[in-house]
């Protein structure tokens, strides 16, 4: 009895250290998300920068997911219900992780239309930047709208968990890569195409504007492959989901 006293408590223990560490990390990353956002908003400099509007829109996916994820980690130790149904929290737990996923893919689409098609006004224009990120958001909130209607992975009974593991794989994890892959390489292409085709005509501007299209293909291809590793790192946590939405939703 005194064994099973002892690990129920250290088990209990270890969850709730694991849950005020989350909280932290939610709490620093809504912080920060914000901060950064008011930072470019503020400055001028850095707000006609038409690649800080996307920066801002990986921030806003950042604060979704992690207002989210916050508040389900602060009813769980309170102890407290949520108003939400499973399906709700589901839906928008998804939408956030979609978003930050796609948001990726809006940054990947706008560098492709700019290097490879900017010879095209419209795709150099504030109307071209907007469509794209709005276009990221309604894809988002497209792929997660199943789990308003089929209990997810956030909902104790759960009936299509098989069905809904792959579509969530698929739709959060594969596709999102496979455009970011695809609009890379013909990025890659093109830059290397335009890069012997300066060498041969000696132009050192050109030169100098492929050099700096390709770092910034580098940086974008770096933060993108990070995420995706962070994001698949194993989950310590010994309280499971289930019982995460347990407390939240019962």
């Not at 800080?52 to 950042?62: D, E």
């Not at 997911?65 to 980690?73: D, H, K, N, P, R």
């Not at 700096?212 to 293909?217: H, M």
Request: net charge positive.
């Amino acid at each position: 009895m005194g064994d099973e006293t002892s690990s129920s408590y250290n088990y209990s223990s270890l969850g709730s250290a694991t849950n005020i560490i989350q909280i932290v990390i939610a709490s620093l990353t809504i912080v920060l998300g914000i901060g950064y956002i008011i930072l470019i908003l503020i400055r001028p400099i850095l707000r006609h920068n038409k690649l800080n509007w996307f920066t801002i829109n990986v921030c806003l996916g950042s604060i979704w997911l992690s207002t989210i994820l916050l508040s389900m980690t602060i009813l769980q130790l309170r102890n407290l219900s949520s108003s939400l149904s499973c399906r709700a929290l589901t839906f928008l737990v998804d939408v956030g992780a979609c978003q930050l996923m796609y948001s990726h893919c809006v940054i990947a689409i706008s560098r492709l239309l700019t290097i490879v098609y900017g010879n095209k006004r419209l795709f150099l224009s504030n109307m071209c930047l907007w469509l794209c990120i709005a276009n990221g958001w309604i894809v988002s909130v497209l792929a997660a709208l199943p789990y308003l209607f089929i209990d997810g992975f956030l909902c104790f009974n759960s009936t299509s968990s098989t069905f809904l593991a792959y579509y969530t794989l698929i739709t959060t994890l594969l596709f999102p890569v496979t455009i970011v892959t695809v609009c890379n390489i013909r990025i890659l292409l093109f830059v290397r195409s335009s890069t012997r085709r300066v060498h041969g005509t000696g132009t050192v501007g050109g030169h100098v504007s492929h050099r700096r299209d390709v770092q910034l293909l580098k940086i974008t291809i770096g933060t993108f492959v990070a995420f995706i590793l962070i994001s698949n790192l194993p989950d310590d946590d010994p309280l499971s989901k289930d019982e995460m939405v347990t407390t939240a939703c019962s």
